[in-house]
T-cell receptor
Framework: DSGVTQTPKHLITATGQRVTLRCSPRSGDLSVYWYQQSLDQGLQFLIQ???????AKGNILERFSAQQFPDLHSELNLSSLELGDSALYFCASSVVSVNTEAFFGQGTRLTVV | DQQVKQNSPSLSVQEGRISILNCDYTNSMFDYFLWYKKYPAEGPTFLISISSIKDKNEDGRFTVFLNKSAKHLSLHIVPSQPGDSAVYFCAAPGGNTPLVFGKGTRLSVIA
């Protein structure tokens, strides 16, 4: 158990809908990262928050947004969903924001039908 | 442009033998590298790391070697065990991206 909790574990929704994925980082970790893993792809970095502030942005679509709350949990919002958004979404956390291992949650499997 | 490349999608090794997983990188600014292991239906788990000031780091059966001039690192698992069967990702923190991952190598250890 990495200490990072993601909910829900599975999500099935229709195209055009909006969903929210939730992540609780390890106790004491200030950095939260979101990654997407599509079929046969590596882990694609989406966005990072550090202590409530956006720290880095990767290949995140404009239809996607995220935030980190004062209690350090984070939410990833995906809207106007398309079939191609079906993927595993991982949240990870770390104490600091650079040159450190990140600890991953078990992921949310999103299926858009 | 892939900054971290794992060119072997899969590898099969006999139990008890050595597994060698390879990773190449293109960004000479990378100075810290990590290996993660991922089982199906689980998140990646940190395995071992190496800083660019070293050329080798060992942790039990796992050793990572870094060749900076070749921009190449490798993970050695000796001896390989069936429980090592998983997907292994090489990663590096890179500029604006906290961790850049390779596409992974699926290791199968055959009993």
């Amino acid at each position: 158990d990495s200490g990072v909790t993601q909910t829900p574990k599975h999500l099935i929704t229709a195209t055009g809908q909006r969903v929210t994925l939730r992540c609780s980082p390890r106790s004491g970790d200030l950095s939260v990262y979101w990654y997407q893993q599509s079929l046969d792809q590596g882990l694609q970095f989406l966005i990072q928050y550090y202590n409530g502030e956006e720290r880095a942005k990767g290949n995140i679509l404009e239809r996607f947004s995220a935030q980190q709350f004062p209690d350090l949990h984070s939410e990833l919002n995906l809207s106007s969903l398309e079939l191609g958004d079906s993927a595993l979404y991982f949240c990870a956390s770390s104490v600091v924001s650079v040159n450190t291992e990140a600890f991953f949650g078990q992921g949310t499997r999103l299926t858009v039908v | 442009d892939q900054q971290v490349k794992q060119n072997s999608p899969s590898l099969s090794v006999q139990e008890g033998r050595i597994s060698i997983l390879n990773c190449d990188y293109t960004n000479s600014m990378f100075d810290y590298f990590l290996w993660y292991k991922k089982y199906p239906a689980e998140g990646p788990t940190f395995l071992i790391s190496i800083s660019s000031i070293k050329d080798k780091n060992e942790d039990g059966r796992f050793t990572v070697f870094l060749n900076k001039s070749a921009k190449h690192l490798s993970l050695h698992i000796v001896p390989s065990q069936p429980g090592d069967s998983a997907v292994y990702f090489c990663a590096a923190p890179g500029g604006n991206t906290p961790l850049v991952f390779g596409k992974g190598t699926r290791l199968s250890v055959i009993a």
